[in-house]
């Protein structure tokens, strides 16, 4: 892209930069959407410092003719560390073993196959769920949603937010888990229902939880 930078800082802590009448939106907080300072009527692309879209208004810029760009793997090596850092450091608390473990990716794109390719490497097994990869390159190597959660000690969330996956973790979800198995989530706060799965934990069903991002 061509033209002078001009960036504007706007009340969200992000900035806009206008470049000939394009707008680079480069938002800070994942969980929001985007606030009017950034619906630059001029604008004719969108572009997002994270994978996921859904702090991005699409129905505005689709009717715009906007263009959106997402950044597809740019904290997938981040996420990752943070999964197995979690990982280790509620096991070593809650003298939960990990050596013969099997770990359930629910979402096998950028971050999940990093996490994959990390759990394979420490001898984790690994039970792998992704609807859409299963119906494009067949079932082999794939489980369904209920073979993850009622086979896998840990269970970690790696899937884009919509309307299929908002509320998936939910109180059937967590009840479908194997006792004393281990969550985490590491994509969108909105994909779990916190209170069910407080209630969960409160029950000593499961060892404990991991949250990267909350509602």
Known sequence: ?????????????????????????????????????????NASKYMTVTMGMDNIDLDYCSERGIFVQNALGCTAGGVMNY?????????ARKRFRLDGATMGIIGLGHTGRRVESMAISLGIKVLRCDTLRAEAEGPQGFSSLEEVLEQSDIVTMHVPLNEETRGM??????????????FINAAR??????????????SGHLAGAALDVTR
């Not at 973790?169 to 281990?182: E, I, L, N, R």
């Not at 706060?189 to 409160?202: A, C, N, Q, Y």
């Open 1 to 41: 892209i061509t033209g002078a930078l001009l960036p504007q800082l706007n009340g969200s802590g992000s900035f806009t930069y206008n470049i000939q009448k394009t707008a680079i939106a480069m938002p800070n907080f994942v969980n929001s959407m985007m606030p009017e300072a950034m619906r630059d009527p």
């Open 83 to 91: 999964v197995f850092s979690a990982l280790y450091g509620v096991a």
């Open 169 to 182: 973790a939910d109180a059937y979800f967590f009840s479908k888990m194997k006792y004393g198995a281990f």
């Open 189 to 202: 706060g909105e994909i779990v229902v916190e209170d069910d799965l407080v209630e969960v934990l409160k």
